[in-house]
């Protein structure tokens, strides 16, 4: 009879080895397949969006674009921190009509607004490039001398800093937000359509929708390239071969958008097109394109004139 190894023998229980945790980045291949992925699900869940039913989605494409074009006149021309942040909450009570939710909107708009804008006018809040009443006094009366360059004696944070880099912010988050609710909101071949009969060009809207179609083709082409790649390698890759192989992806791929222009301006000519894109039939404006027309008109006039409201709140 064969014997019970000594492991399984014993009655004496042990503590159980724990697995070590060691923090590994992801290799490229898994990277590109997942951001890959979740630009696919972010175009799939928007036009979910766009098709749904909301507030913003039942207007004309026509109306929508130029209303949005008007108010971001009005918000480069506004000055007044009150008026701006009034119609921040206007975006945001439109965004949850539209089905949007508070938080994929407060992403597209707050996050870039504060990532870019923020640190572009950081060091405008302070005395050294704003002078003004100092809020926030960081250091007062030093003597620091760098070579022959000598820095002031006080630097704080300033009142009138503070306005300016709130109305950057404010400027910037609202342009987006305008934009993203464009966007999500309209189906991308209605808004092509509408910018065509707005006046742009033929040929811009034909390789907007192009590029918009084919790079989605592309995308899937490279997603099998690199499900490929992955799939037929074994341990560590040498950081040669990875530049090798991407360059030798990346002039492949360049090859092959060319050839794929090529048979797609064949197949447009075999069906009979010879140049000049037929614009969509137009729709008609109703009754909620004429509210949101005269509701434009009274925001533009608030923001442009919010200086005044500005004044009185003492901002």
């Known amino acids: 009879m064969t014997p019970l190894p000594t492991w399984l023998a014993t009655g004496e229980t042990g ?19 997942a951001d890959i992925q979740k630009i696919m699900a972010e175009d799939i869940l928007q036009t979910g969006v766009a098709a749904r039913p909301g507030f913003l989605q039942a207007l004309e494409p026509r109306v929508k674009t130029v209303a949005a074009a008007t108010l971001l006149i009005a918000v480069a021309l506004a000055a007044g921190i009150p008026a701006l ?70 630097l704080a944070v300033t009142r009138q800093g503070l306005t300016a880099a709130a109305m950057v912010l404010l400027r910037a988050a609202a342009s987006l937000g305008i934009v993203a609710l464009l966007v999500k909101t309209t189906r991308w071949p209605a808004l092509t359509k509408a910018l065509q009969a707005l006046g742009m060009p033929a040929v811009f809207v034909l390789v907007l929708e192009l590029a918009y179609r084919y790079l989605f083709l592309f995308l899937l082409l490279l997603a099998d390239y690199l499900l490929g ?24 791929f360049l090859r092959l958008a060319g050839e794929y222009s090529k048979e797609i301006a064949a197949a447009m000519q075999a069906r009979g097109f010879g140049g000049e894109a037929r614009p969509a039939p137009a729709g008609r404006p109703g009754v909620r394109e004429a509210c949101l027309a005269v509701a434009v008109a009274l925001i533009f006039v608030s923001l442009v004139g919010g200086k005044y409201l500005g004044q009185i709140g003492g901002l």
């Open 15 to 33: 503590p159980l080895l724990t697995a070590e945790r060691r923090w590994r980045r992801a290799d490229y291949l898994t990277k590109t397949l």
């Open 85 to 154: 942040a009034a119609f921040h909450c206007l975006l945001f009570l439109a965004a949850l009509a539209s089905g949007l939710g508070p938080k994929p909107y407060l992403i597209r708009t707050w996050l870039p607004a504060l990532v870019f804008a923020g640190f572009a006018v950081l060091p405008a809040i302070f005395s050294w490039v704003t002078p003004g009443h100092p809020v926030l006094v960081v250091y007062d009366g030093a003597d620091w001398h760098i070579g022959p360059f000598a820095l002031p004696a006080q």
């Open 229 to 252: 790649r992955r799939s037929r390698l074994v341990g560590a890759e040498p950081a040669l071969a990875k530049l090798e192989w991407v360059g030798g992806t990346l002039a492949g």
